[in-house]
């Protein structure tokens, strides 16, 4: 949450910032189904090499690598960042995967999950204690899960690995104070090397399909650190910019928009089973959502009778 109050201005602006930052990471599927052509973990690799290619740019453009450098100085920090680029790691590998083999549906239920998740998780890690409202929404989601399970016969490990990776990715980046860009560079540089070494061994050896990729794909494949750095500078921008509650309602546009595209530009089936089950997800949103509204409003009251 900001320290300071900020003008009309600043906070429009933050708005913006959140919306152009979920909005991209939202339009996601969109480029990795260019890139349909690379097998998931190829382009994983690709994205881990020229992520940290490009956080060492902005870094340097930036003059920030003395921040940078301090956080890894401590052994705790460095072992976190490396937990935590193993898990972003398989997140990714992971999503890549789902859009690229007709899972977007799926994995907008991921996403829509993590909320739920991350509340589960600083609960059990935290201490953090969950209201009646918010115990009631993680229920609604657990029935949700259950009703797919039970219908289908199978389980649905996209939506459920997703929002586990990237809860206890956020857990971890919890327990360590860095900003998004340093943090993305340790991370992506943590797996540098052996995704760097497989791209290298897979092409000299023929077994990559990046030696024969035309002009634009090529040209996709290295635009893949920018189109995963800038959102992440626009989402801190934001951040410094408005409250972390309402900066969290602004993040199911994402989901909301592979589920969109899911239904329409890939035309996934929906069936009656999957709806029961977005719209026992969805209600649990709402009502975590209404909890956290309810909770700021009452923080704010209490601020305000105690300055009179």
Known sequence: MPSTALSPAEVRKGRLLAVAAFLAWGLLPLYWR????????EILCHRIVWSAAFTALLLTFTRRWPETLAVVRERRNALLLFCGSLLISVNWLIYIWSVNNGHVLESSLGYYLTPLVNACL????????????????????????????????????????????????GLLRKKVQVKPIPGLFWETLGVTLPAFAWLAWAGLSGNAAYPALDGPTWTLLACVGAVTALPLLWFAGAASRMRLTTLGLFQYIAPTCYFLLGLTVFGESFSPAKAVTFLLIWSGIALYSAEGLMALRTARRAAGNHGR
């Open 34 to 41: 260019a890139l349909a052509a690379v097998p998931a973990y």
């Open 122 to 169: 600083g609960m059990l890690f935290l201490g953090e204690r969950l209201r009646g409202r918010q115990l009631l929404a993680v229920a609604l989601a657990g029935i949700g899960v259950l009703n797919l399970i039970v219908s289908y016969g199978a389980f649905p490990w996209v939506a459920l690995s997703l929002a586990a990776t990237f809860g206890a990715y």
